[in-house]
């Protein structure tokens, strides 16, 4: 998940785990994964400093053989190693892999993928800084050590791996996929904590909406082998059972769009290359009472990742995420009125104001297209953006005209960035103010800046139906959203 921000963990003791049963279940899915050892030489895991050293993420950069220099190192006697990540400085595309969220990486052990169960995180230890697996259930459960610093210095330090630890790829069917472990083969009893799903790890000032108790880890069902295509993405659906049931998936994940799937009408909640991105969705569904299945799907023709431009050294980056696309029209409301458009105009005039400001920003889509959630993250998090900051417009019912209002959304650490840019929307516009709310949608959990979602107004509702009618009006929504950014970034 995208929480990277949590706090530092007290200190801890260590090493090989105890305990016993790798619980037999949750496992089950795992073996459809296989790896592929990296040489050592081509990739490093890298203790990543947030907030000058206050916190610190890790990164994992991988080398592509016979391309530029992704890395230096430089050595400090028997102290730290010191990274440079070259590829900050120049268009790595081809040349260096790097994975800075939890979803790029995960612990396996023993050929068990343990992504689920154990998140990695950087925490010092006196004068260290310690990888561990940390598990995500049972907070009391002793954490695996992985490796670590070998001391303290400013920068990028280079994590020295425990003797029997390695950096491989998970490879699907024998092809590799964009994923990368920590792995250790040795025999190692693991202590899979069981109990509640875990506390969010950041303490949020208001109290997350009321849920349902989750239920225990379901293994979702493996993909229909007779139709497996040549494709190997994963396509999270809900089949629509009542007249709410698009509603309900988009409390859940917003950017959820009706579709047909073999005949079936569905609510299509993603479409994703890795399977343990389309179980976290999964999950967060069934949690609700939502009756979600996963398909195989061939991966999209359009829904490629954009393309990563050069990026001014030194520059602020904001990645501004116009809404659904291409064959997602969002949300559709008084008059035919289709939410992609309200969030290409937006989007489009709030760049404008923040490249005038100085602000390098990169926009996720510039035409009609349609681009998966986790193309959108991927981008924002490849980048290293400062900021994350997705425009959409919101939908009840059509026989619900007077729900009207400005809602911001954040997850973890966007919070203040959230109030900023609400409050400068109200200053700049009259509307209602449905207020400053956390939810865990997807591409606030896996960017790995602040990020914020704004639903600028319901299409469904009269008032702000009628809004997003004004070009005029639509201008000072966004004059707004982008005076909120500048005011966070102190411009
Ligand atoms: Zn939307």
């Given at each position: 998940m995208a929480l990277f921000s949590r706090p530092l963990s007290t200190l801890m003791t260590t090493a090989a785990v105890v305990l016993a049963g790798l619980a037999a279940a949750p496992m089950a899915r795992a073996q459809q994964f296989g790896q592929q050892p990296i040489d050592p030489n081509l990739a490093v895991a890298i203790a990543s400093p947030v907030r000058e050293g206050v916190l610190y993420n890790?990164?994992?950069?991988?080398?592509?053989?016979?391309?530029?220099?992704?890395?230096?190192?430089?050595?400090?006697?028997?102290?730290?190693?010191?990274?440079?990540?070259?590829?900050?400085?120049?268009?790595?595309?081809?040349?260096?892999?790097?994975?800075?969220?939890?979803?790029?990486?995960?612990?396996?052990?023993?050929?068990?993928?343990?992504?689920?169960?154990?998140?990695?995180?950087?925490?010092?230890?006196?004068?260290?800084?310690?990888?561990?697996?940390?598990?995500?259930?049972?907070?009391?459960?002793?954490?695996?050590?992985?490796?670590?610093?070998?001391?303290?210095?400013?920068?990028?330090?280079r994590v020295q791996l425990n003797p029997g630890w390695q950096i491989a790829r998970r490879t699907y069917n024998g092809q590799p996929v964009g994923h990368i472990y920590l792995t250790h083969a040795a025999p190692m009893a693991v202590a899979l904590a069981t109990g509640t799903n875990p506390p969010l790890s950041q303490t949020p000032s208001t109290p997350p909406p009321a849920r349902p108790t989750a239920p225990p880890i379901q293994t979702?069902?493996?993909?229909?082998?007779?139709?497996?295509?040549t494709g190997n993405h994963f396509r999270v659906v809900v089949p629509i059972t009542g007249g709410d049931t698009l509603q309900r998936v988009r409390a859940i994940e917003p950017e959820s769009f009706r579709t047909t799937v073999n005949g079936e009408a569905v609510v299509q909640v993603g479409l994703f290359s890795e399977q343990q991105r389309a179980n976290e969705v999964y999950r967060s569904l069934v949690a609700a009472s939502?009756?979600?299945?996963?398909?195989?799907?061939?991966?999209?023709?359009?829904?490629?990742?954009?393309?990563?431009?050069?990026?001014?050294?030194?520059?602020?980056?904001?990645?501004?995420?116009?809404?659904?696309?291409?064959?997602?029209?969002?949300?559709?409301?008084?008059?035919?009125?289709?939410?992609k458009q309200i969030n290409t105009t937006i989007s489009n005039r709030v760049?404008?104001?923040?490249?005038?400001?100085?602000?390098?920003?990169?926009?996720?889509?510039?035409?009609?297209?349609?681009?998966?959630?986790?193309?959108?993250?991927?981008f924002a998090n490849r980048a290293g953006a400062n900021l994350f900051v997705s425009i959409h417009a919101?939908?009840?019912?059509?026989?619900?005209?007077?729900?009207?209002?400005?809602?911001?959304?954040?997850?973890?650490?966007?919070?203040?960035?959230?109030?900023?840019?609400h409050s400068a929307v109200l200053r700049n516009v009259n509307m209602r103010d449905r207020g400053v709310r956390q939810a865990r949608f997807y591409v606030l959990r896996h960017t790995t800046m602040p990020s914020v979602l704004v639903e600028t107004g319901f299409v469904t509702g009269a008032e702000d139906a009628a809004r997003f009618r004004d070009p005029a009006a639509v201008n000072r929504i966004a004059d707004g959203i982008a005076r909120g950014i500048l005011d966070y970034l102190g411009r």
């Open positions: 890790l990164m994992i950069l991988e080398q592509i053989p016979n391309q530029r220099q992704c890395w230096q190192e430089q050595a400090q006697g028997n102290g730290p190693v010191t990274v440079e990540p070259l590829l900050l400085n120049f268009d790595f595309t081809g040349a260096c892999d790097r994975k800075t969220d939890s979803n790029g990486y995960s612990v396996r052990i023993n050929d068990q993928d343990l992504g689920v169960h154990y998140r990695l995180e950087i925490s010092p230890r006196q004068n260290d800084l310690v990888l561990f697996a940390r598990p995500t259930r049972d907070r009391s459960a002793p954490p695996i050590e992985i490796g670590r610093t070998n001391g303290r210095a400013n920068g990028f330090l979702p069902p493996p993909p229909p082998s007779g139709t497996t295509p939502l009756p979600a299945k996963i398909l195989s799907a061939a991966a999209p023709a359009v829904a490629s990742t954009p393309s990563l431009p050069p990026i001014p050294r030194g520059a602020t980056v904001v990645v501004i995420d116009p809404g659904h696309g291409g064959r997602d029209p969002g949300a559709v409301g008084i008059g035919g009125i289709q939410e760049q404008q104001q923040l490249q005038a400001a100085g602000i390098t920003v990169l926009m996720t889509r510039s035409s009609d297209v349609y681009v998966s959630l986790e193309a959108r993250t991927q919101n939908a009840i019912s059509m026989s619900r005209p007077e729900v009207n209002g400005l809602e911001t959304y954040y997850f973890s650490s966007g919070e203040r960035l959230a109030r900023s840019i």
